[in-house]
Nanobody, 118 residues
Framework: QVQLVESGGGLVQAGGSLRLSCAAS????????MGWYRQAPGKQRELVAH???????TYADSVKGRFTVSRGNAENTVYLQMNSLKPDDTAVYYC????????????WGQGTQVTVSS
């Protein structure tokens, strides 16, 4: 059983920064993709950023230049550094684990709320 546990959400003013963390435990395949999705009220869940075990990254256009995804030395951790936050970034952020870039995530975290006030 794989579990993903997130931390680091909260309330921040526009222009501020937050850092999200996610740790995976259980039987994790050695080559994988870990990253972050988000879902705002009334909207579909969307990819924010992810990173493969080999270091390849993908970002949504809306966060390029502001957000940075990284993996920890222990390959079962992933982080999202969010800078220059905007009210439009307000959403529940979910950590996700997939087998490859083209695969739908197999495992999800419980979600952490990020609220950006104007």
């Amino acid at each position: 059983q794989v579990q993903l546990v997130e931390s680091g959400g909260g309330l921040v003013q526009a222009g501020g920064s937050l850092r999200l963390s996610c740790a995976a435990s259980g039987a994790i395949f050695s080559r994988n993709v870990m990253g972050w999705y988000r879902q705002a009220p009334g909207k579909q869940r969307e990819l924010v950023a992810h990173m493969t075990t080999s270091g390849t990254t993908t970002y949504a256009d809306s966060v390029k230049g502001r957000f940075t995804v990284s993996r920890g030395n222990a390959e079962n951790t992933v982080y999202l550094q969010m800078n220059s936050l905007k009210p439009d970034d307000t959403a529940v952020y979910y950590c996700a684990l997939a087998a490859s870039i083209l695969s739908t995530p197999l495992y999800w975290g419980q979600g952490t709320q990020v609220t950006v006030s104007s």
